[in-house]
């Protein structure tokens, strides 16, 4: 066997034989190219006979053999055991890996980077899937609805809560974006100077940054000839601010090596963000049910395992990202007062109906539909329309389906608006309350 040395610049064969200690002759032998032994060979590939125990050393080559230690990930997303969190102490310690938390874990790592701070992020539930569902080609729209449904998948929480009987959470790392629509409008201007405590100005820099890290854009229906036509009959019928629905999925394609494999956006991106740009710890199947405090600062988190083993992870920081309902659980069942806490939950009014469009005023190729009548002062609701077929969707898995041509096509139509004020300006009504916290701590 042999290895192959590439000669310095000042090196002749005569400096190589001197410094593994073997003769002249055997590295002539071996490199019969090279006539003169006192020649400068700067660059050369030298063959080196094996075995020969000072050569690494003596020439300073790397060790390729095949017994160096590697580290094996049994994931697509590295995480560590909670109890080894419970070992530090984190100057930041997130909860919930949904787009609150996977958010503020993507800036902080964007702003500290590898700076030493030390970063850490719990998830309740486990790994569930890579990404959105709509960028993973068996879950075409047939058997999506199948699978999210699932109460294994989603959590029928409105079973337990009378007020919110269709309320359904997502116990898994990504949260509930691994299934959202992706449709991001932005809230009413005004609605927001009435009942929210910032104002429009300030959410503007926030909106912007948000929508670029999503890639929220109307570019999803671009060119849809039936986009377009609904779109102008709507216009000269009534509803002039009529636009197209702003997705946030990434429309750019793969070019130059760069693959854009995940168009609809989750807080798997996020995190893969922060993976990249900073340090930090993620422990799944901890659920935190209790936020310590020192006085009036926060100390950690007390998290327990699927087995009910409790461990306390500290921190100087607490964010808690868990989600509408987990959010405010944690708050009260740790005697955190605030009266923020439950004031901006409020019902909302869905309403879905079909209708059958006539195709015969259509040209062959359509495209998507995907239209939004947003709200207004005088209308405190807002409408969706998507289609054909009832989906503004379909993915590599429907492209094998056989789609014969249609006399008409079914068009959905989505309702969505606010029911009433806030429930109670003091928070969370007490028999919600009350029941809610039995049900979850036990």
């Given at each position: 066997?042999?290895r192959i040395?590439v000669?310095d610049r000042?090196?002749?064969l005569?400096?190589?034989a001197a410094?593994i200690?073997?003769?002249v002759?055997?590295?002539l032998?071996?490199n ?5 032994p006192g ?6 590939c030298?063959?080196?006979p094996?075995?020969a125990?000072d050569?690494?050393?003596?020439l300073?080559?790397?060790d390729c ?5 590697v580290?094996y ?9 909670v ?6 102490e984190?100057?930041v310690l997130i909860v919930?890996?949904g787009?609150g938390?996977?958010?503020v ?7 500290w980077?590898?700076?030493g701070k030390r970063?850490?992020?719990?998830e ?5 899937l ?9 879950l ?5 609805g199948?699978?999210f449904l699932?109460p294994k998948?989603?959590h ?5 809560l ?8 997502v116990?898994?790392l990504?949260g509930?974006?691994?299934f ?6 932005r809230?009413l201007?005004?609605?927001m100077?009435?009942e ?8 503007e820099p926030y909106?912007n ?5 999503m890639s929220?854009s109307?570019?999803?229906?671009e060119g ?6 609904l779109?102008?009959?709507l216009?000269?019928k009534?509803f002039?601010?009529?636009?197209g629905?702003p997705f946030?999925v ?8 760069e693959?854009?494999s995940?168009?609809?956006?989750s807080?798997?991106l996020?995190l893969?963000?922060?993976m990249?740009l900073?340090a930090?710890?993620?422990?799944i ?5 209790q936020v310590?405090?020192d ?5 950690g988190v007390k998290?327990?395992t699927p087995?009910g083993k409790p461990?306390v992870?500290r ?5 808690l ?6 959010t405010p659980r944690?708050?009260?069942?740790s005697?955190i ?8 939950l409020?019902?909302?009014?869905f ?10 005023a259509?040209p062959e ?5 995907g239209i ?6 005088d209308?405190?609701?807002?409408i969706?329309?998507?289609g054909?077929?009832?989906e503004v969707?379909?993915n590599w898995?429907?492209q094998f389906q056989?789609k ?5 096509w079914?068009?959905?139509?989505l309702g969505?608006?606010?029911?009433g004020?806030?429930l109670r300006?003091s ?5 919600f309350?009350?029941?809610y916290?039995?049900?979850?701590n036990?």
């Amino acid at each position: 066997m042999l290895r192959i040395y590439v000669a310095d610049r000042r090196d002749t064969l005569q400096d190589i034989a001197a410094k593994i200690r073997i003769p002249v002759a055997r590295l002539l032998e071996l490199n019969p190219e090279l006539i003169d032994p006192g020649i400068v060979i700067g660059g050369h590939c030298v063959r080196i006979p094996l075995p020969a125990a000072d050569v690494s050393a003596a020439l300073d080559l790397p060790d390729c053999s095949s017994s160096k230690p590697v580290s094996y990930m049994d994931n697509w997303i590295p995480h560590i055991p909670v109890e080894k969190m419970a070992e530090k102490e984190y100057d930041v310690l997130i909860v919930g890996t949904g787009a609150g938390g996977g958010a503020v874990l993507w800036r902080l790592c964007e702003q500290w980077g590898f700076s030493g701070k030390r970063v850490g992020i719990v998830e309740a539930g486990g790994l569930m899937l890579p990404n959105h569902y709509w960028n993973i080609p068996t879950l075409g729209s047939a058997i999506s609805g199948d699978y999210f449904l699932n109460p294994k998948i989603s959590h029928p929480i409105g079973q337990m809560l009378p007020d919110l009987p269709a309320a359904r959470e997502v116990i898994a790392l990504g949260g509930k974006t691994l299934f959202w629509g992706t449709i991001s409008p932005r809230v009413l201007p005004s609605l927001m100077k009435k009942e929210w405590p910032v104002t429009p100005e300030e959410m503007e820099p926030y909106y912007n940054l948000a929508e670029e890290v999503m890639s929220v854009s109307k570019g999803y229906t671009e060119g849809s000839t039936i986009q377009q036509i609904l779109l102008e009959r709507l216009r000269f019928k009534g509803f002039p601010n009529v636009t197209g629905l702003p997705f946030a999925v990434d429309l750019q394609p793969t070019r130059f090596g760069e693959i854009h494999s995940s168009p609809a956006f989750s807080s798997i991106l996020f995190l893969a963000k922060a993976m990249n740009l900073g340090a930090f710890d993620l422990a799944i199947h901890a659920r935190a049910v209790q936020v310590l405090t020192d006085g009036a600062k926060a100390a950690g988190v007390k998290v327990m395992t699927p087995g009910g083993k409790p461990f306390v992870i500290r921190a100087k920081t607490v964010v808690l990202s868990a989600n509408v309902y987990q959010t405010p659980r944690l708050l009260l069942n740790s005697g955190i007062p605030g009266h923020a806490i439950g004031h901006y939950l409020s019902h909302q009014s869905f309403l879905s109906t079909n209708i059958r469009l006539d195709t015969s005023a259509f040209p062959e190729i359509s495209g998507v539909l995907g239209i939004l009548i947003p709200q207004s002062e005088d209308r405190p609701y807002q409408i969706q329309i998507h289609g054909p077929g009832g989906e503004v969707w379909y993915n590599w898995y429907q492209q094998f389906q056989f789609k014969p041509s249609q006399t008409e096509w079914k068009i959905s139509l989505l309702g969505f608006g606010q029911i009433g004020k806030p429930l109670r300006e003091s928070g969370i009504p007490r028999p919600f309350r009350q029941r809610y916290l039995w049900r979850t701590n036990h």
